[in-house]
């Protein structure tokens, strides 16, 4: 039976585990669903009511994180450090960028100017730590691409997007990050791991939301 991946299209959890099925080459089957009207079946599957949820053999898993590291694991596993101390820092550094999705969201839907810099601000200094953390690439690890590199890329194309429209982060302080982001959004798996639609779609939900940066960018 295929890998099916119950999906939202705009959802970076879900693109994470698109980048990581998409770069080992897993078939797959998408299954769509609208999270402000969720079908009771996805209720029923889906125990925190989140996507994404991954369907094999009859089996259900959820978690973003955890999905990545069992796709991983029964394609050979390369996407991950073998060295047990390296790969609990992944495992850390891969929570830390689901914080920075938190921060970004929350930015995006700030409702006034000072909601908006505190999350700014906030984002910034997550960016800097990460700058800090990076060595010279290619990758988060260097040389090999991993599961880090899969949960930091969909933070890439939403700012990507944002910043196209709203000038959310400035890049020039990151050098590190810059030249890795770019390098991660040239990559085809991380190409392909959004809808045809996608930018249409979130810049859509900033705008429905009614939020300050919606209400006060340049565009
Ligand atoms: N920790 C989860 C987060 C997933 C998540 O927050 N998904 C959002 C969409 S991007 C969701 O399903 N939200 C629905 C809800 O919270 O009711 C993961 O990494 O998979």
Redesign the pocket.
């Known amino acids: 039976m295929p890998i099916e991946l119950i999906s939202?299209k705009?959802?970076?959890?879900?693109q994470?585990?698109l980048i990581t099925l998409g770069y080992k080459d897993v078939a797959h089957e998408i299954t769509f669903i609208d999270?402000a009207n969720?079908p009771a079946w996805f209720l029923e599957l889906?125990p925190?009511?989140?996507?994404?949820v991954l369907k094999i053999d009859g089996e259900v898993i959820?978690?973003?994180?955890?999905?990545n590291e069992y796709i991983d694991d029964i394609t050979g596993g390369e996407l991950q450090p073998k060295e047990p101390l390296l790969r609990a820092k992944n495992r850390a550094w891969i929570e830390y960028a689901?914080n920075m999705?938190?921060t970004g969201?929350m930015m995006k839907m700030a409702k006034d100017k000072e909601e908006y810099e505190t999350y700014r601000t906030q984002l910034m200094s997550q960016m800097q730590r990460i700058e800090n953390q990076l060595d010279d690439g290619p990758w988060f690890n260097g040389d090999n691409f991993s599961l880090a590199d899969t949960a930091f890329a969909p933070i890439f194309m939403h700012d990507a997007v944002a910043n196209y429209r709203f000038s959310v982060i400035n890049f020039e302080s990151l050098p590190k990050i810059s030249a890795w982001s770019k390098r991660l959004l040239k990559t085809p798996a991380v190409k392909q791991s959004v809808v045809p639609d996608f930018e249409i779609l979130y810049l859509e939900a900033i705008e429905k939301s009614g939020s300050y940066c919606w209400k006060n960018s340049i565009r």
């Not at 925190?48 to 994404?52: E, I, M, Q, T």
């Not at 959820?62 to 999905?67: C, G, K, L, N």
């Open positions: 939202f705009t959802c970076p959890f879900v994470r585990t999270l969720p889906s925190l009511g989140k996507v994404p959820f978690e973003s994180a955890v999905i689901s999705l938190g969201y």
